[in-house]
């Protein structure tokens, strides 16, 4: 079992920056083999969300086109957290932002966190 918090999200102008943060707990976290960051319109499902960063297994960054340049995700295996700096932002980034993170390998059990909300706007 593994429990993700977010924290960071806001209301934040257009071109501006913001920096969200997830920490991961649980007896399972020595386990944790890919995290990774997710959007979502309010209300509607997170698992059909976009994927906007990884940190995979491998050790590898993957990013979206649509955020590639402006966003940069980071990965803390001691600390069991993965951050994401958001830069350049524009009203298109508004969503719910989630964390989330496999266990063991591709194939392994997913966890979800309870989503932290962006607003962009003036």
């Known amino acids: 079992q593994v429990q993700l918090v977010e924290s960071g999200g806001g209301l934040v102008q257009p071109g501006g920056s913001l920096k969200l943060s997830c920490a991961a707990s649980?007896?399972?976290?020595?386990?944790?083999?890919?995290m990774s960051w997710y959007r979502q319109a309010p209300g509607k499902q997170r698992e059909l969300g976009e994927l906007?960063?990884?940190?995979?297994?491998?050790?590898?960054?993957l990013y979206s086109d649509s955020v590639r340049g402006r966003f940069i995700i980071s990965r803390d295996n001691d600390k069991n957290t993965v951050s994401l700096q958001m830069s350049s932002l524009k009203p298109e980034d508004t969503a719910v932002y989630y964390c989330?993170?496999?266990?063991?390998?591709?194939?392994?059990?997913?966890?979800w966190g309870q989503g932290t909300r962006v607003t962009v706007s003036s």
């Open positions: 649980g007896r399972n976290v020595a386990n944790i083999y890919d």
């Open positions: 989330r993170t496999r266990l063991y390998g591709n194939l392994g059990p997913i966890y």
């Open positions: 906007v960063a990884e940190s995979t297994g491998d050790g590898n960054l």
